[in-house]
C-alpha cells in the first residue's frame, strides 16, 4: 500500500464515524463570557515564589482541612450548590460502610469529596477532599486507598486510610506517569505507567509491596492496547488474583485479548478462550475476572462485526475457572435482553456464584433508555432472575448476596442519585446525600 | 489585520480578533474531539470548554509563533482524554460497528484498518488524527502532543508500521 493510499484510508476510517454538529460554531462563541477578565500569567522568578508558598499552603490545607472542615461539618464552595448537578461515583462498599465520591468537574467545580455511611445511607461524614480526576477507591477490612489523577500530566494522587475510611493520609506519589492501579489488597499493588507523552509499546508494569511507599517495575504489558474506556472510575486494564497456594496470576486486558502473567507481570500469554458456536467469528471484548478462592467468573462480550449494531447482535457470555484461572469454560449465556445495546452493559460481581447485571442504552451521550432492568444470579449463570423497570442503574455494589448499593440517572438531565437495596435488587431506595450526623 | 496582528489583539483582549481566530478551528476541533471521544454531545462539551479556556488565558497566545492552531487542539486534546477518564460507570465498550454500505471489495482493508485505529493507546489515535485527518504540519502535531518534533516523526512512523505490518514507513512531510 502506498503512503498516499493509507493517508486516505487512515483519513476515511475517521471520517467515516463522523457526525455533523450544525450550528456549533455559533453556539461555541456565543457562550463565551466575554466580559471574564484573563487568568493572569505570571513571571518565572514570581511564579517560583509563588509556588513555593502555594505548595507550602497545600500541604498545610492537605493535612488540616479534611477534619477541620468535618469537624465544622462545613462544605467546600462549588462542592455542593450552585447551578451545577453535583456528580457522583459509588466508591466502595465494605461491610456496613458505603463510600461515595462527590467528584468535581474540571474547571467548575473544585475538588472532590469522599462520603462515608455507616447506617445504610441515612447519614454521611465528609471525609476528605482531594483534586484531580477521581479513578478509584479499593477497601480491604480496614484499610484502603483512594486515588486520582491528574490531567495533563499523569500525576497519581492516592491516600490511605488504615481505621476504616475515618481519616486519610497522602501517600507520596511515584515519579513516572499513572495511567492505571489495582490493588490486591493493603500491602500489594500494581500501577501501569503512560501518558500521552509516553513512548510507544512500552508501558510499563510497577509494583508495590509495602502499601504503596515505594514501588518496582516488574515488566512491560502486551503491545495490544484496551479500549480507552477500561480506563475509567471503578475500572482497571491490569488486576493480579491470589492462588490457593499463595501465588500471584495477573490479568491484562487487550483490545480483544486478555492476557495473563504468572511470573508477577515478567511475560504475558494470551488467555485461551474458545467462544461458543453461536457467536463463533465474532469479535470480543473481554473484562477482568474475578475469583472466590479458585472459582472465577469472566464476563465476555461478543459482537457480530458484519451485523447490526443491536441488542439482537450481542451477546455477552460468562465463563467459569476452577483452577484459579489456568482454563476457562462453560460459557454461559446473559439473560436475552441484556447483551450490550449499542456498547454498554454493566456488570457487579459479588463472588463466583453472585452476579449482576444491567442493560442500558447510553448511545449519544447520557441517553438512558426508559425502561431499563436489573438480572441476576445465584448460580454463577445458570439461572437467572430478571427485574425489570428498575430504576436507571448505571452501576452496582454489593456487600452480601441481598444487601448493595448502585449510581443510577434519573430526570431529563439524568440527574446522578445512589440507591441501596435489601432484597438483592428487586426494590431499590433513594439514598438522601446530604444528610450530615 | 494579518495574522500576527489578530494574535497581538486576541492576546490583548480584542474580542472580535479572538472571535476570528476561534471560528475557523472549532470544526477541527470538533472532528479531533468526535474522533477521540465518539459522542457527540461530549465532543460539543470539549470544544466549547477548548472556547472558554482559550479566552480566559488569552494571555497565553504567543503572536510570534504565528498560529493558536496547536494551543487550542491541545486543549481539546486534553479534555478528550479527561472526559474518557472520568466516566463514573463500569462499561464494556464495543468498537462502533462497520459501515454496511461499504463495498465488498473494501470491506476487509477497511474494516482492518478502522480496528487497528480503534486498538490504538488514545495518543496514537490522536497523533493519527492531527497528521491525517487535520491535516496538521509535524510540528505542530508535536506542540499539540508536547513531544519534540523528532519524537513525532518517529513515533508517527512506529503507528504506521505496527498498524500495517508489511509496511515500511510513511514518509513524514514537515
Known amino acids: 500500500m502506498t503512503d498516499e493510499r493509507l493517508a486516505v484510508e487512515i483519513r476515511d476510517a475517521f471520517d467515516s464515524r463522523h457526525v455533523p454538529s450544525p450550528g456549533l460554531e455559533n453556539k461555541v462563541v456565543s457562550a463565551i463570557p466575554w466580559d471574564g477578565p484573563p487568568h493572569r500569567t505570571a513571571s518565572v522568578p514570581r511564579l517560583a515564589g509563588a509556588f513555593a508558598a502555594t505548595l507550602t499552603l497545600l500541604i498545610v490545607a492537605a493535612l488540616v482541612a479534611p477534619s477541620f472542615l468535618s469537624w465544622l461539618n462545613v462544605q467546600i464552595p462549588g462542592i455542593t450548590g450552585g447551578p451545577q448537578t453535583p456528580a457522583y461515583s459509588l466508591a466502595a462498599v465494605n461491610g456496613q460502610s458505603v463510600f461515595v465520591v462527590q467528584r468535581g468537574i474540571p474547571g467548575q467545580v473544585a475538588g472532590n469529596a469522599l462520603l462515608q455511611s455507616s447506617d445504610g445511607g441515612r447519614t454521611w461524614s465528609d471525609r476528605l477532599h482531594f483534586v484531580g480526576v477521581y479513578d478509584g477507591m479499593q477497601v480491604f477490612g480496614t484499610d484502603g486507598f483512594i486515588w486520582a489523577i491528574d490531567i495533563p500530566n499523569y500525576v497519581l494522587t492516592l491516600y490511605r486510610t488504615a481505621d476504616s475510611g475515618s481519616s486519610w493520609t497522602a501517600v507520596p506519589a511515584p515519579i513516572f506517569p499513572v495511567d492505571d492501579v489495582f490493588f490486591l489488597d493493603a500491602s500489594h499493588g500494581w500501577v501501569v505507567s503512560g501518558s500521552p507523552q509516553t513512548g510507544l509499546g512500552s508501558e510499563p508494569l510497577y509494583e508495590t509491596s509495602d502499601g504503596a511507599a515505594t514501588w518496582n517495575r516488574v515488566g512491560t504489558l502486551p503491545q495490544q492496547a484496551p479500549m480507552s474506556r477500561v480506563f475509567g472510575v471503578g475500572t482497571h486494564r491490569v488486576t493480579f488474583s491470589r492462588q490457593v497456594d499463595g501465588s500471584l496470576r495477573g490479568w491484562d486486558i487487550g483490545a480483544a485479548q486478555l492476557y495473563t502473567t504468572t511470573d508477577g507481570g515478567g511475560s504475558w500469554q494470551p488467555v485461551a478462550i474458545s467462544a461458543p458456536a453461536a457467536v463463533a467469528g465474532w469479535t470480543l471484548t473481554p473484562t477482568q475476572p474475578a475469583f472466590s478462592g479458585q472459582e472465577g467468573i469472566l464476563p465476555i462480550a461478543y459482537r457480530d462485526p458484519t451485523g447490526p449494531d443491536n441488542a439482537t447482535a450481542n451477546r455477552i457470555y460468562l465463563y467459569v475457572s476452577r483452577d484459579g484461572g489456568s482454563t476457562w469454560s462453560d460459557p454461559q449465556p446473559a439473560p436475552a435482553g441484556f447483551a450490550p445495546v449499542g456498547d454498554i452493559v454493566s456488570t457487579s460481581i459479588l463472588d463466583s456464584k453472585h452476579i449482576w447485571l444491567t442493560s442500558l442504552s447510553l448511545s449519544g451521550g447520557d441517553n438512558v433508555q426508559a425502561k431499563p432492568a436489573v438480572a441476576r444470579t445465584s448460580d454463577g449463570g445458570l439461572s437467572w432472575t430478571v427485574v425489570r423497570n428498575t430504576p436507571r442503574i448505571l452501576v452496582m455494589t454489593f456487600a452480601d448476596p441481598t444487601h448493595g448499593y448502585a449510581l443510577d440517572v434519573s430526570g431529563p438531565d439524568n440527574t446522578n442519585g445512589i440507591l441501596r437495596t435489601s432484597d438483592a435488587g428487586t426494590t431499590w431506595q433513594r439514598v438522601d446525600l446530604s444528610v450530615k450526623p | ?174
Open chain 2, 1 to 174: 489585520m494579518d495574522e500576527l496582528g489578530l494574535l497581538d489583539q486576541a492576546r490583548l483582549g480584542d474580542r472580535r480578533a479572538f472571535e476570528d481566530i476561534l471560528r475557523p478551528l472549532v470544526e477541527p476541533a470538533y472532528r479531533l474531539a468526535l474522533a477521540m471521544l465518539r459522542e457527540r454531545e461530549a465532543a460539543e462539551d470539549a470544544v466549547q470548554e477548548m472556547a472558554l479556556k482559550g479566552w480566559r488565558h488569552r494571555r497565553r497566545i504567543r503572536p510570534e509563533l504565528g498560529t493558536v492552531r496547536p494551543w487550542l487542539l491541545a486543549i481539546v486534546a486534553n479534555e478528550c482524554r479527561m472526559a474518557l477518564r472520568a466516566r463514573w460507570w463500569s462499561v464494556l465498550r464495543f468498537a462502533e460497528p462497520p459501515d454496511r454500505a461499504i463495498a465488498e471489495r473494501d470491506l476487509a482493508t477497511r474494516f482492518d484498518l478502522r480496528q487497528a485505529i480503534d486498538r490504538l493507546p488514545y495518543r496514537d489515535r490522536l497523533l493519527l488524527h492531527l497528521y491525517f485527518v487535520l491535516d496538521l504540519p509535524i510540528s505542530e502535531v508535536a506542540q499539540v502532543l508536547g513531544i519534540s518534533a523528532g519524537a513525532a516523526k518517529s513515533r508517527l512512523h512506529r503507528v504506521t508500521r505496527r498498524m500495517r505490518p508489511g509496511l515500511d514507513s510513511v514518509e513524514v512531510v514537515p
